[in-house]
């Protein structure tokens, strides 16, 4: 399975818009881009997915270029409650997520 | 709608000792994972299975054992359990809408 690259930690204050870029140059055809959230002593939960181009919903963007080999979530005016560990994952709704360490966003007020 | 029910929610054990997992999941769903969660670490997936009455191991097998009875529940068996397999422990099921996550069985040996 191919494998996502992610910064390990970022801070932020409340207010702001954090982007986390994920690396994924192995991309397979037919994989989708996943992110998932994770707060401590809770399971991964889902933010949002896409295959190409720009996704949006009610709590955030996905931005996929046109090569796909990365992607960027964008989370608008994060508040504390956004502080969390934030996964990138590769594959479709029923293949085997395999994860790496996440990117950890620190939210300060 | 519960989702997906993972029991116990905390346990310790004794090494050597062995204990299941439960997992059950009322969304119908057709997969379903078991995964690891050491501090600071992402997940890393024990067993899953595809389907009633299958399982396939994942990236960290060794040591656990898994049964998929019944399409609803997915159980994980450590048979004797050893301080390494001291860790967080989070199902989860999906189908073509998505995947969805139990909350987790925090387990320590000793």
């Known amino acids: 399975l191919a494998k996502t690259t992610q910064p390990i930690s970022m801070d932020s204050y409340e207010g702001q818009e954090v982007n986390i870029t994920c690396s994924h140059n192995?991309?397979?055809?037919?994989?989708?881009i996943t992110w998932y959230q994770q707060f401590p002593s809770q399971g991964p939960r889902f933010i949002i997915q896409?295959?190409?181009t720009k996704v949006t919903n009610e709590v955030a963007s996905l931005f996929i270029p046109a090569d796909r080999k990365s992607s960027t979530l964008s989370l608008p005016r994060v508040s504390l409650s956004d502080t969390a560990v934030y996964y990138c994952?590769?594959?479709?709704?029923?293949?085997?997520?395999?994860f790496g360490t996440g990117t950890r966003l620190q939210v300060f007020p | 709608n519960a989702g997906v029910t993972q029991t116990p929610k905390f346990r310790v054990l004794k090494t050597g000792q062995s204990m299941t997992l439960l997992c059950a999941q009322d969304m119908n769903h057709e997969y379903m994972y078991w995964y690891r969660q050491d501090p600071g670490m992402g997940l890393r997936l024990i067993h899953y299975s595809v389907g009633e009455g299958t399982t396939a191991k994942g990236e960290v097998p060794d040591g656990y054992n898994v049964s998929r009875l019944k399409k609803q529940n997915f159980l994980l068996g450590l048979e004797s359990a050893a301080p390494s397999q001291t860790s967080v422990y989070f199902c989860a099921s999906s189908s073509r809408g998505g995947y969805t996550f139990g909350s987790g069985t925090r387990l320590t040996v000793v």
């Open positions: 896409g295959y190409k």
């Open positions: 192995n991309i397979a055809t037919n994989d989708y």
């Open positions: 994952l590769l594959g479709g709704n029923t293949d085997k997520l395999i």
